[in-house]
């Protein structure tokens, strides 16, 4: 993580000894209400605030995915996609599914 970032975040948004929750956001306050690429551009700039986030900027896996959606403007299009097709899925339950181990491979 970008160390300044995170000096404000343990600093400012999460003190220690603080004794009331605190909101931080995932993503640039400036555009938590639109539908952007702010967010890979703050995984580009190491300033996810989950390790989750940060490890998409780094894993050589996914982070040619945050390369292309902080500079392209593809991403709404493919996450709406991506959310139909999850729809369609019909959900399996009690014996006719299985949990996972490794969600690539059936147990």
């Known amino acids: 993580m970008d160390p300044t970032y995170a000096w404000v975040l343990t600093t400012y948004a999460c003190?220690?000894?603080q004794t009331f929750d605190n909101i931080v956001y995932l993503d640039d306050p400036s555009s938590i209400l639109i539908f952007d690429r702010s967010y890979f551009n703050q995984i580009k700039?190491?300033?996810g605030v989950l390790p989750v986030d940060q490890a998409?900027?780094?894993d050589p896996a996914t982070s040619w995915m945050v390369e292309f959606?902080?500079?392209t403007d593809f991403f709404?299009?493919?996450f709406a996609h991506s959310i139909t097709k999850m729809a369609a899925l019909e959900v399996k339950t009690g014996t006719a599914g299985e949990?996972?181990?490794?969600c690539r491979f059936t147990n």
Do not use: E, H, Q, V
């Not at 949990?99 to 490794?102: A, D, E």
């Open 76 to 78: 709404p299009a493919m």
């Open 15 to 17: 003190p220690k000894g």
């Open 45 to 47: 700039s190491r300033r």
């Open 99 to 102: 949990i996972r181990r490794n």
């Open 69 to 71: 959606f902080a500079t």
């Open 56 to 58: 998409l900027g780094i």
